[in-house]
């Protein structure tokens, strides 16, 4: 994996965290505009912005489409496909489909989490059991 390489697995599982935490938010905004008039959801790419927070690129940018959109800076949306059958009101989000992600989602944050605990508690088990 020449990708990660000189990247320490503490650094990967926490921009890791960081990047789901920021996916959440986007799953969750998609989820509160289910009823918005003309509401086209955004997707992350999760592994590309991943790569990108560990090739130390910063933060992403959102695109706005409409000059009414909030700034914000934390991830970069990928618009779902305009042959997506919408709602009568041009509302793109599917609430189940949100729902789905936001659970696979908050697995992927609990499963980073779990996992950056476990490395602590294996550092603090080597240096206390040192003679």
Request: no cysteine; glycine share 6%.
């Amino acid at each position: 994996m020449s990708l990660f390489r000189g990247v320490s697995t503490v650094d990967m599982l926490a921009g890791a965290m960081r990047v789901a935490q920021d996916n959440h938010k986007m799953i969750s905004h998609n989820i509160a505009n289910a009823d918005t008039p003309g509401y086209t959801p955004g997707k992350m790419d999760f592994q590309g912005t991943l790569r990108s927070a560990l090739e130390g690129q910063g933060r992403i940018s959102l695109r706005n489409t409409r000059p009414r959109h909030i700034q914000a800076s934390f991830f970069r949306p990928e618009m779902d496909s305009p042959l997506m059958i919408s709602k009568n009101d041009e509302n793109r989000v599917d609430l189940e489909m949100e729902i789905a992600e936001l659970a696979k989602n908050t697995g992927k944050y609990n499963l980073y989490g779990s996992i950056l605990k476990k490395q602590f508690q294996m550092t603090k088990y080597m240096l206390t059991n040192t003679r």
